[in-house]
DNA sequence: GTGAAAGCGCTAACAG
DNA sequence: CTGTTAGCGCTTTCAC
């Protein structure tokens, strides 16, 4: 593959200049430009963006760490990353831990060795001191979802504002009794905004008794179905499931025990996954735009980049309730 | 960052002493060997690869083309990939092409300009034209699912044992009559051996003339329920559908127009994703070793680089029926 | 066994 | 405006 001198040599001109013209800096003169310009063309000239990221301390690499890439929410978002990234010109380097912190440490020691100007992270288990690697190795974090340090931007959907919207929803048009919530980690903030948002609208309506349980579980779809029964056992007649995984786990117990949804039990979720609304009782749920949290996470982080003196930020996206079938029918005013 | 100047410095040796210590070359002796390495450890050495890359020719990064990261099954490939290429050291250039050739090309070039070693490649549009920009770039090429061209290796499932398989178990075990099949690109591989293993089944069978109707189909949720009507029309009294995501349309059709299955309409898929297990009537369908396919391809892709004269190989996976609800009850022998 | 020197492809000083 | 020179961090001859 040609390099800049192969085309320094065919013009007759120096390196350099071959380097300035091609980079568009100013220095020289148009016609010499447009000569090299398009014999880098003729020869198929294809900048070697490694060779000037030694000297530049620019690599064109962002790092994108995921808990789980098989997961559909974080799919999608890594979608939106990767698509901003791309048409800026710079590679993602894709980070699946697994959700194993071993992994992911792992994961963060290659960046840094990779020279990656920035990383986007998704992760919910790391701490604000795990990621000081990277501040040591001066590469811009952008977290998602976890605000997992108050020195780097955040981007994350108003998972509190979903939660109120999908609570009053089950007040006022669903006539639920008692609510039992079904939640993840409990130091996660997506847990933590979720039930402030149940809880606090919950007050607002004069309900607070209504909440009657609080189970915290892994938040996947096994979990969420062998923890059905218990549910059911309070007395609930509206599960909130932390996702929608976990409330497809509980909708297919009930499908399974003869359990009627929603007429027995109504059953909501969160994220808005595609198998959402592929099931026999479409799922209601808070629909969150994963794709976009992507594009605005990288867009920050080439932000960043480009003004190095800017001051972290929080980006909140709204959510948007989906209300389908499975907590009743929804009155016409 | 320290670098291998300063471990040089300290250990008060030539640049050229440490690189060979640390990458355990011959030519050292122990002795200076061992306080080599015990100082890059102290220093917090972390070998820059793409500085190494430069003259060695071996950036240690691969690309991973796929048509859309948020398809559960090109998602598991992916992990799959990944996590092999991890713990061999790799970094994986992650390419979402969104099923667009345009932007499929673009990320061929730029995995070319970043000087990947080799590109794990999963194309439902790529022609063997195509890839010639990685054969002359001197980049290894593994194809996973779709054998783009016999000058590369590829690692794929067995799609037509799978469809022989499946197609057996519906003759023999649910009495099926009629069958449409529904599927996807006429053109791509996938296809092709699917509809192979069903006919020449069938034919085995001397059933032939069971098979009433071929669609051929965008095989996705959207249109496999949109079709469905259509296939009822042709008083098949059993679907085969290309992959899940359609089958699961089918089924969505059936429930919402009152259509039992399997009494009514019998409906078969292929791949097994989450969903599949998940609604009213679990759906009977192929299994597909995603996760291992994607070890295998990356796995592959690493030998080759290893052993550049190697030749182009093929490896296929064997599939396994899924026999859950929605082609009826297995008859116990 | 170790050091000196050259060079991978590129950019950034500094001259001219 | 353009050329010269040096150097990013590393590896690889080739001497000694």
Redesign the pocket.
């Known amino acids: 593959?040609?390099?800049?001198?192969?085309?320094?040599q065919e013009c007759?001109?120096?390196?350099?200049?071959?380097?300035?013209?091609?980079?568009g800096?100013?220095?020289?003169?148009?016609?010499?430009?447009s000569r090299i310009i398009s014999c880098a063309q003729k020869l198929g000239?294809?900048?070697?963006?490694l060779?000037?990221g030694?000297?530049?301390h620019k690599s064109g690499i962002i790092g994108l760490v995921v808990p789980d890439i098989t997961n559909p929410y974080y799919a999608s978002v890594a979608q939106g990353v990767s698509t901003v990234l791309r048409s800026a010109g710079y590679g993602t380097f894709l980070c699946d831990s697994q959700r194993r912190r071993d992994q992911e440490m792992q994961y963060f020691g290659m960046l840094c060795a990779y020279r990656v100007e920035g990383v986007v992270l998704l992760s919910v288990t790391a701490k604000a001191k795990d990621i000081e690697i990277f501040r040591a190795n001066n590469v811009r974090v952008i977290c998602v979802d976890n605000p997992i340090s108050n020195e780097v931007s955040t981007v994350l959907n108003d998972n509190y504002q979903g939660a109120c919207d999908l609570t009053e929803h089950l007040l006022r048009e669903c006539s639920v009794n008692k609510i039992a919530a079904v939640m993840g980690t409990p130091g996660a903030e997506t847990t933590r905004q979720r039930l402030r948002g149940l809880e606090d609208t919950l007050k607002r309506f004069g309900r607070e008794e209504s909440l009657v349980k609080v189970f915290n579980i892994e938040p996947d779809y096994d979990h969420g179905f062998e923890l059905t029964p218990e549910v059911l056992n309070t007395g609930a007649d509206c599960l909130v499931a932390i996702n929608d995984s976990v409330a497809l786990g509980a909708f297919s117990y009930c499908l399974k025990h003869g359990v009627d949804v929603p007429s027995r039990l109504k059953i909501a979720g969160f994220d808005d996954i595609a198998a959402a609304s592929m099931i026999s009782v479409p799922l209601t749920t808070v629909h969150q735009r994963k794709f976009v949290l992507g594009e605005k996470a990288a867009m920050q982080l080439l932000y960043e980049l480009k003004n190095p003196g800017s001051l972290p930020m929080r980006i909140e996206l709204l959510p948007k309730l989906m209300v389908r079938a499975s907590c009743g029918e929804q009155l016409k005013a």
């Open positions: 593959m040609a390099n800049i001198k192969d085309i320094a007759k001109v120096n390196p350099a200049t071959v380097s300035r013209a091609l980079n800096k100013k220095g020289v003169s148009e016609k010499v430009r000239y294809c900048k070697n963006p060779a000037a030694l000297i530049t």
